[in-house]
């Protein structure tokens, strides 16, 4: 999210839970603050789990396997022939797993439009109807290796990055970014978003496909987020950094593989004009490199946080495929002119991978400009990731941080230590409306909730 | 500078003078530093000229001028067709006037390379004689609106690029920038260095001419330069950021007037791997900014700082076409491998400019990473940036600081504030060898000289 995306809507009011700089900042500014003083629940550090094993070594092998990763974007493909297991009636979403009954709006929406765009459903009360009726399988992203913003749809014949983490061979599956205003993750549908999504696929993915398939050995993405976050950006809600790497990277290439100028001009365009289209790429390197840590006994790192708009839920390296879930939390966030907090659908998207992996909200510091969009100071962006050290369990060896003397980045969420410290994860992230059919309306920050920390660490106790 | 360009060299010493924490800063690394007290002369704040003009308000209105310009790329030219008063046997350096028996040896490499390059000059030692003969007329860029980087030489039939201050109609020059190693700019010449030179002038300068020229309105390079400083620019010896968004803003017009899709790619690919193409660039847009400023009565607001290698000279608003003078600093640098400061010339070029706009070393704490590159800490920039503020008479409106939340940068030095408060200036600048014919050997920061400040003092209390 770039400071001039937004306007500022007055009266702003905000809640802020824990860390009380912010909160004082705030109030220095006239802002209406509310704080609550949550005094978390003091447990004791768990060296060894039921079954002996040592929780420390377990949490090490987790974070050395993220921080090693190397995610390199090497090519593209349709969802349903690249993703393993996909088939013509499965529909991905982001988060945890749901269905039609309990989707929330944006993500309803966002279903309707994928179904109307896959000729599945002629329009979208057809397409709701067919939803609502089973005829479609719905399932996480994170189940399938693969991550989406907000709604985080993923359908049959969307196009996805196909980025492989070289270390460990994994691949993880991301789709094209498709801007700011009304777009398919942010819940809205209508000839516009199908005919953008068209252009994305039949123009947009095979000039990228092309370029990426003449590179040889791929773009390495963890060299450009870790430049990417000594040039403001964050990797999560700002992207104008990595956007603008990832274009140094492809664009020779583009020119050379792309026989039609005028094509080449428009997709560089499309690019060039979003400064979020680095965001999908970010959030599937980070899937690339979390999921390596997946399955090893006794770790209490996080492999997943992620939302679908009406669950957060979390999943720990130690038994990597159960969820633990709480209802996803209100957006502290600044509102597009004429929407208020009241319009704002709860907290949504796979987009905390960033913050699973060691960035987003976790390297605030390095991107003071939306501690300020959100109200705060260049020192508030700085507390916020010192913060996250407390929680975290390493610091990352590859991304670091130019205002903290190039410290790595907090990386490993423990779950011990957020019980221990009743430090909740920070979080960044954009706004959907509630109501199917509309889309952005802002952006903010919030905290991941209690509950869902509180019940993994229970089943931690019953390892 | 880039922190992936020069490599560390052991053992590093340094000579800090002013500031004690960059001093205490580099002692905590075991860096040898030799802390100079220099105790400025206080000297009382002069508020009118002899003559009785207000010195405020004066340059009040050189700050206003400043920091109102706004420079629009708008095209290029050949420097002979395009800067008035260009002729057949004209060479431009760097830096206050000079002739040939006391320039410096890069600056006297680039100018034999120059004329090898023109045809002038069968080889360079038939370029020396030529240049010694008188057969060369040499003037300062500074005298024909334009500024070159370290030797800063521009001859005749080298391609500029033609900046206009869209506020106040004048225009700026520089030359494309060469990228880094065996380069003209700091003195290097042979025949990779003309081949360098003939393909820039045959084949980047007409790509980017047709580019430029189909753009309507230009690139304007005050919003390209405030964004490069949100994303850890400073302008002079970062220019990640910069160069990045100057492709972001010329790919689509290269893309839609190069007939050759390879030419395309190779001008691309040119702009690309050089993170300094930004520089004369950011250069010619601080020359357009100050310029409006000369020829103010009683302003003391510096509208020159410039080396050739030999002397440092100033010029100031309200007697703009006096240099005052000292000897050239030497540089607190890193060197490449193989190299030491026994090989460094002094402190040369024109990129001083981007100081006296406002930027540059003055916007260190937008770019931690330089000051980490010379043993620094992100302290030690932002204790940087703070000082500057001292002696300079505004912050400015348009460029800003993220980590000092958004602050104007310091702009518009004042030599009354410079021999109040004993801080000089401080410089971020490249290293060339001392002979002519070798070239870049590092990187480093220095401060203006003492003496000519004083002198300029000294004419100020006779106006």
């Given at each position: 999210?770039?400071?001039?995306?937004?306007?500022?809507?007055?009266?702003?009011?905000?809640?802020?839970?824990?860390?009380?700089?912010?909160?004082?900042?705030?109030?220095a500014q006239d802002i209406p603050v509310t704080h609550v003083d949550w005094q978390p629940p003091r447990v004791p550090?768990?060296?060894?789990?039921?079954?002996?094993?040592?929780?420390?070594?377990?949490?090490?092998?987790?974070?050395?396997?993220?921080?090693?990763?190397?995610?390199?974007?090497?090519?593209?493909?349709?969802?349903?022939?690249?993703?393993?297991?996909?088939?013509?009636r499965l529909v991905l979403h982001a988060g945890p797993p749901i269905g039609w009954e309990r989707m929330c709006g944006p993500q309803r929406g966002a279903v309707m439009g994928a179904l109307v765009y896959e000729?599945?459903?002629?329009?979208?009360?057809?397409?709701?109807?067919?939803?609502?009726?089973?005829?479609?399988?719905?399932?996480?992203?994170?189940?399938?290796?693969?991550?989406?913003?907000?709604?985080?749809?993923i359908s049959p014949s969307m196009p996805v990055f196909v980025m492989k983490n070289e270390t460990f061979g994994n691949l993880a599956y991301a789709t094209q970014n498709e801007g700011l205003g009304r777009v398919l993750r942010y819940g809205a549908f209508g000839p516009d978003v199908y005919q953008r999504?068209?252009?994305?696929?039949?123009?947009?993915?095979?000039?990228?496909?092309?370029?990426?398939?003449?590179?040889?050995?791929?773009?390495?993405?963890?060299a450009l987020l870790a430049?990417?976050?000594?040039?403001?950006?964050?990797?999560?809600?700002?992207?104008?950094?990595?956007?603008?790497?990832?274009?140094?990277?492809?664009?020779?290439?583009?020119?050379?593989?792309?026989p039609d100028r005028e094509r080449a001009a428009a997709v560089f365009g499309f690019i060039e004009q979003n400064d979020h289209f680095f965001l999908n790429l970010s959030m599937a390197a980070g899937k690339a490199m979390v999921e390596p840590a997946e399955g090893i006994p006794g770790a209490t790192i996080?492999?997943?946080?992620?939302?679908?708009?009406?669950?957060?839920?979390?999943r720990m390296a130690g038994e990597p495929q159960r969820w633990f879930t709480a209802p996803a939390g209100a957006v502290q966030g600044l509102y597009f002119p004429g929407y208020t907090a009241a319009d704002a659908n709860p907290d949504i998207g796979d987009s905390t991978v960033t913050e699973t992996a060691g960035y987003g909200g976790f390297a605030m510091a390095a991107a003071p400009a939306i501690a300020r969009f959100v109200g705060g100071t260049a020192q508030d962006a700085l507390e916020a990731t010192l913060e996250m050290y407390e929680i975290c369990f390493a610091e990352h060896e590859q991304l670091s941080i130019p205002a903290l003397d190039f410290r790595g980045t907090p990386v490993g969420i423990d779950v011990r230590k957020v019980l221990e410290t009743g430090i909740l994860p920070r979080l960044n992230t954009g706004i959907a409306h509630r109501e199917p059919g509309i889309g952005m309306v802002g952006a903010g920050v919030l905290r991941?909730?209690?509950?869902?920390?509180?019940?993994?660490?229970?089943a931690i106790q019953a390892w």
């Open positions: 999210m770039s400071e001039t995306h937004l306007l500022l809507q007055a009266p702003l009011q905000a809640i802020n839970v824990g860390l009380q700089s912010f909160a004082a900042s705030l109030a550090r768990l060296h060894r789990t039921g079954a002996g094993v040592d929780i420390e070594a377990a949490n090490a092998e987790a974070v050395r396997r993220i921080v090693q990763g190397r995610p390199v974007l090497v090519g593209m493909g349709l969802a349903r022939e690249v993703i393993p297991g996909f088939h013509d000729g599945l459903a002629r329009d979208e009360q057809e397409a709701a109807a067919l939803a609502a009726g089973g005829a479609v399988e719905f399932a996480p992203c994170h189940h399938y290796h693969a991550v989406g913003p907000m709604a985080g749809v999504l068209h252009w994305m696929a039949d123009v947009l993915y095979p000039t990228l496909q092309a370029a990426i398939a003449s590179l040889d050995g791929g773009i390495d993405l963890r430049q990417a976050l000594h040039m403001g950006d964050e990797g999560h809600n700002r992207n104008r950094a990595g956007t603008s790497l990832l274009l140094r990277a492809v664009t020779p290439a583009i020119m050379r593989t792309c996080l492999t997943v946080m992620a939302r679908n708009g009406t669950d957060f839920g979390i991941a909730p209690e509950e869902c920390f509180q019940a993994a660490f229970e």
